[in-house]
């Protein structure tokens, strides 16, 4: 070996060493820096002895979660929760005989009892709990004033018997026994923690309850097929009753017939208000009526009979409703504050019909009558009351009567004064007066049944002034009082007079003076100052003549004619003339002067000619007398003049001067 290589060794051991000696120096630093670490960390965990709770750890750092430390005041240890100091550990001193000296806490560990070894509480041990090394057994009264949670107390005796207790993760077969317990989310149909009670199958299909002391009463029952039967306090009729398979319930029977169904003598659902001033309601059974029962006034408000009749404010309704009070009211309000057109209705009572009879049927549902209230302005201040009915043909009903806001009453029109505006229409005013007015019929019925008597009776300021009434068929018209004067108007074309309506003979004037009538038709006569044949005047008749010349009673020779007049009175005749510058050529001379013409033929006296006065001027006539008289010829229409020496002749007269003026009376048939 060289020196050089000798060198190199020696060279490479001193730098191994040199690397080692500075690998030891590091892990050794390490290890001081982990362990002051470790020391830094144990003593933030532990800070020792302090004679009170520190706020800080012992470098003046904020607390960690679990660290200790020990109370030196309380000789305790406590650790840090992350918010508050706890005491970790208590020290209990028992001393004979065996009595605590602080309270006992077990951290977490059994107290083991052995066999018949008691927990007793009480100062007469009126509380053991214990094993006897078959059964649990508690003796003594338990109050338990809040809440108890258990779960599995104890299991029956087998599985196939008693009740079985606790909690399961299944349902029990239909051999196992029954189970009262707690049921998991596991089981199908049940929430997790549900408390549950089911009966033993095919041996305990139904479940009983029974309280009281000494002989119990049955309460409650629970049969197999859901049905529930609460009982009365006897024990021996269900009264409140749950029918699973119907889902109904009865109360006061077990067979209800209905969802709800509420059985006795007298059964009411009663509702009570307790807040001030409210009042106590029921439904109430009432015999064989139901009714709405106000239990604070003691009375029925609203009432259904067996009838089908519904009363309000009375229990004995007379007809389909009946509303009965001191001064009942019904009432129809309209929402509505808009404005409105004339003739709007703002309220209406209609009246239907299901039949369907008829053109127009009720198919349609509309109202066959209604009372509406419309408006008569804009503003709904001014109203009338509207009757509408539906005729068979009509497909509505329309308005037949109406009362307006005047309180006139209108039928068949809508016009206030029908007969002064000629439309037809009744209207009876609300100042007291009837307006009536009709196209092509009777305007007026009036009918008195029975008996004879008074139809109109016309008063003034309350007293009868008159009267239109009924005697023996006929009607009368009449005023009033005893010395009333009046018509009676016959069937059998006569009218009588009456007083005080009854026909009176002799006693009632026609007119009176200052009071006259002016014209009187009369086509037959006038029976004046008595009743007979003898008084009967039966004709008046005035008018003109034309009186012809003539040489005969009838046909003959005629020539001039002149002008007359006449007044017939019955049967008496009077007739003037004027016959001038008679022309008798043609006529014969030797014959009597005829004067033809007369306005009726002459009377047949006693089957000859007759004489009858008159008076008569003549001029250019030669007569031998200053007398003459007039000549009629039976049944003729013709006179002739005779003075003392007998007839005026043809002769007798100076042709174209002679002249005849005269009057004459005589008799016609």
Known sequence: MTVETEVAALTS???LLTSTVNVSKATLDASVAAAEAAYDSFDDRYLGAKVSAPSLDNDGGSLLTGALYFNSTENAMYVYTGASWVITTNYNNVTAPYTLAQTLNTNGNNVTFGDNGKAIFGAGSDLQIYHDGTTNKVVGSIDVTGTVTMAGLFSGPSATSGLNYGYISSLPTSNSAGFIGWTPASVSGFSNGDLTYIPRTSTEASHLF???????????????????SFYEDTGTTPKFFWDASAESLGIGTSSPSAQLTLSGDTTQIRLENTASGGRNWALRTFGSALGIYDHTAGAFRQYIASSGNVGIGTSSPRSILEISDSAPELRITDERDITLSTGDIIASLGFYSNDTSGVSGGANNLP????????NNAFNSNHSLVFRTRGDEAATASEKMRIDASGNLLVGTTDTAPATNNVEGIVLRSEGHLNVSRAGGVVGYFN????????LDFRKDG??????GSQSGHVYISASGTTSAGLRLQNNSIISPTKNAV???NTIDLGQAGGRFKDLYLSGGVYLGGTGAANHLDDYEEGTWTPTAADATSGGNTGTTGVGSYTKIGNTIRVTAALTNVVTTGMTAGNSFYVQGLPFASADIAGASAFFTGGVYTSAVTIASSVLSFMYDNGASALNFYDTDGAILVSDITSGSGDFYFTAIYQTA
């Not at 002989?215 to 097929?225: E, Q, V, W, Y």
């Not at 008195?448 to 139809?455: A, E, L, S, W, Y």
């Open 13 to 15: 051991a001193v730098n």
């Open 368 to 375: 066959r009558g209604a009372i509406d209230l419309v408006t």
């Open 503 to 505: 026909v009176s003979d």
């Open 448 to 455: 008195r049944k029975t008996d004879d008597g008074i139809i």
């Open 210 to 228: 029974y309280t009281g002391n000494g002989t119990p009463t049955k309460s409650l029952r629970i049969a197999g097929n859901g049905d529930i």
């Open 463 to 468: 007293t009868t002034v008159g009267s239109i």
